[in-house]
């Protein structure tokens, strides 16, 4: 468990720093989108994957640093998100710096619940300012809310906002520079003697080193992940005694004492309907999450955003292809009197940018259909009916619709994992995702369906295999989250989460998101993936000796009946000849190439899947990116990069290619490892610097290390049990 210690040494800045903290589903990030603009950068914090969003605000003429702190509904820290507010409020948080304000943004609808976050808050002595959110909304509810009332009896500036529609946002400016000149700090909850005399005990063993604020956690929250440091826990065990000797059960004392204190303060404050009416999002509700009209409208919706993450992206995605292609013919073009540095360009940067560019439309149509989802209110609804199916095996209910969107794409499904909240469930979920059946796969998948299966066992076989194939990583995924659950020794634990009300989604904030997370991976993720093309390039051009091509063309010559002399005038009569020995030559290039010698290197352990070295060498070839393992198959075979998943010479070529006993290469039993393989395997550096991004390396690395294995022993099983059956 983390302890806490002395504030450490923030970061230097001449900027004044405003918190904003608020419970989930209240708006605060509308409201952060509200106040900085386009002024914004994300990263993480620092040691934690939590995502730390910052903006650039103009309070009263003057530039000041907004921070949007996670959700989060107490200092209790029982999670990274709630532990990262409570570090950043303290000072605790390397690198950033305690705030001079706090802007407290509340649900003006719920408003009790809300100021409990905020009544913690004002015993840390920071200038605070409620911004009353959802104006509106409280209006519609017929609920009537005094803000003057409330500023007087908290001592802070109150503002009523509607963020969606930009009310208030100015009268949150000016409120903001009058707390920063006035510092105007929250009125704080005058405790019992009991809750005094307990914090007494720990102050005079723990000394000045603590403010009372982060007393009152030590002592009220028994599972928070902020601890005293061990030679204080006997103290702070007494102090909770302490409490149980007046009657005060140490668990739920504070809830009991701030919520009294709380209905005192807003009494004349909030006035509720006497009548209440059913609002209609509760009509609504009764609909969304009936257990079975509630499913079929569930799996309707996941099939609208899974097709159009699919079909919508693939125009985007063909037309890059094609730009991507036409820049490398032209560069080639330029580069031809240099074909080392032509291939760097048009194999290499080129290669490399595009195959990090095509990923964005996916990425930009899945957080399109997220941010929908969740401004809506609807996808609080959904991860509420998913749950009981996924909770059995330490997953929960929001775990669905990432794994759903890996099936176009795992990027934006790691990506999308971002919306679970439980760390051990959300690290499963990107741990899994992969094993999805992406549309990367779909090549190879029909490349060997068609050469292999389908002639043999006609369309419909063919169609099931391929059905077959999309549900064999989901098949495994189940029992991997299993055996991630014991490891990680997941508590079971209740789905606890509030179905916040339904309301039309912000064109403005959509935009953003997508915006923001297109940047995002273009900037993080893009550079280790152009890192990864331009490595694998080197590995497939060098060495490069010239005595290859002599060779090469010696035996071509040969081949043509011609001699060597001859050859270039044979070919300026036949440019196919010429293509050919082209092909030729970069194929013996590959076979002596680093990535071609480590292929025959490795052969022997693929050798029980049944693959050859070319096999292999297109396996390694496409770690970065499952698809190359056509191009490569292609040049392995003298036919050219730029072949397709139906290139008729690619599927006779390698119908034809044997072993040296004469023995056919490809089988059924052999195309069935190969796709297994590729089913299972993680052969995409994106989602591998994806997943670096969103947790780190280590267990990106163990993502890729266990998908591999596993990929392995199904290629190798199904080779065997192919064979056997055949045999038989």
Not at 58 to 76: F, H, K, Q, R, W
Not at 135 to 150: F, K, R, V, Y
Not at 188 to 209: H, I, M, N, Q, Y
Request: aromatic share 8%; charged share 15%; proline share 5%.
């Amino acid at each position: 468990m983390a302890t806490v210690d002395t504030p450490v040494e923030p970061t230097t800045t001449d900027q004044i720093e405003i918190a904003l903290v608020g419970n989930p589903n209240t708006g605060k990030s509308t409201l952060f989108n509200r106040l900085t603009g386009v002024r914004q950068r994300v990263g993480n914090y620092p040691g934690v994957t939590v995502e730390k969003k910052v903006g650039t605000a103009t309070v009263n003429g003057e530039s000041m640093t907004l921070i949007d702190l996670p959700g989060a509904y107490s200092l209790a820290a029982a999670s990274l998100d709630e532990r990262v507010v409570f570090d950043v409020l303290t000072g605790h948080m390397e690198g950033t710096k305690k705030p001079e304000v706090v802007v407290c943004v509340t649900d003006a609808s719920n408003l009790m619940r809300n100021l409990f976050l905020a009544s913690q808050i004002s015993e840390l002595g920071l200038p605070m300012v409620i911004a009353l959110n959802m104006w509106d909304q409280a209006q519609e509810q017929n609920i009537a809310i005094d803000a003057q009332l409330l500023s007087d009896r908290l001592g802070v500036p109150v503002v009523p906002t509607v963020a969606a529609k930009g009310r208030g946002v100015e009268e949150l400016r000016d409120a903001i520079a009058h707390a920063l000149e006035d510092e105007t700090k929250m009125v704080g909850v005058d405790w019992p003697d009991a809750v005094k005399e307990a914090t007494r005990c720990l102050r005079e063993s723990t000394g000045e080193k603590y403010t009372e604020a982060e007393l009152h956690r030590f002592l009220f929250d028994i599972d928070s992940c902020v601890k005293l440091p061990t030679e204080h826990c006997a103290t702070c065990e007494n102090a909770r005694r302490c409490l149980s000797n007046n009657d005060l059960d140490p668990v739920s004392a504070e809830a009991v004492i701030r919520y009294g204190w709380l209905a005192e303060l807003l009494e004349g404050v909030v006035t509720h309907p006497t009548v209440r009416k059913a609002t209609a999002t509760e009509s609504v509700d009764k609909l969304l999450t009936h257990r079975v009209a509630g499913l079929v409208i569930f799996v309707g919706m996941m099939w609208v955003v899974f097709q159009a993450i699919y079909s919508w992206s693939g125009p985007m995605m063909d037309g890059i292809d094609y730009v991507s292609g036409s820049l490398g013919d032209i560069a080639g073009g330029w580069l031809e009197g240099s074909p080392m540095l032509q291939s760097l360009v048009v194999d290499g940067v080129i290669a490399g940018v595009g195959g990090v560019v095509i990923f964005l439309p996916q990425i930009l149509v899945l957080f399109l259909f997220i941010a929908i989802l969740e401004d809506s209110g609807y996808m609080a609804r959904a991860a509420f009916l998913m749950d009981k199916l996924f909770a059995w095996c330490g997953l929960n209910g929001k775990s669905f619709v990432p794994m759903l969107s890996s099936y176009a794409c795992a990027i934006p499904g790691v990506m999308g994992a971002r919306t679970i909240e439980d760390p051990k469930a959300r690290l499963t979920t990107i741990l899994i995702a992969p094993l999805m059946s992406c549309s990367a796969r779909l090549p190879v998948y029909v490349l060997l369906i068609g050469a292999f299966i389908e002639p043999q066992y006609g369309a419909t076989v063919a169609g099931l295999v391929l059905l077959a194939m999309h549900f064999v990583g989901l098949a495994v995924a189940i029992p991997v989250a299993l055996v991630l659950k014991l490891v990680l020794k997941t508590k079971p634990s209740p789905f606890v989460l509030e179905m916040p009300p339904y309301r039309v989604p912000q064109l403005r904030d959509v935009v953003w998101r997508m915006w923001d997370r297109g940047k995002e991976f273009l900037i993080r993720a893009g550079t280790v993936i152009f890192a990864f093309t331009i490595i694998i390039w080197a590995l497939m051009y060098f060495p490069r000796p010239a005595a290859v091509e002599q060779r090469v063309t010696e035996q071509f010559a040969q081949q043509q009946n011609v001699t060597v002399e001859q050859l270039p005038a044979l070919i300026e009569a036949d440019e196919a000849l010429g293509d050919s020995l082209s092909y030729a030559v970069d194929s013996a290039y590959i076979e002596q190439s680093i990535m071609g010698r480590a292929g025959k290197a490795v052969q022997p352990v693929f050798a029980p899947a049944g693959f050859d070295w070319k096999i292999t060498v297109g396996v390694l070839g496409s770690f970065p990116a499952r698809e190359v393992i056509i191009a490569t198959l292609g040049i392995t075979y003298s036919l050219g990069g730029d072949v397709d998943e139906e290139s008729a010479d690619l599927v006779g070529a390698m119908a034809a290619s044997t072993h040296a006993d004469g023995s056919k290469v490809y089988t059924v039993p052999v195309a069935l490892a190969i796709m297994v393989f590729f089913a299972l395997c993680m052969q995409c550096g994106a989602t591998l610097a994806t997943m670096a991004r969103e947790l780190n390396w280590g267990w990106a690395s163990f993502g890729f290390v266990y998908m591999t294995l596993l990929a392995w022993v199904g290629a190798v099983a199904t080779y065997q049990l192919g064979t056997w059956i055949a045999s038989a």
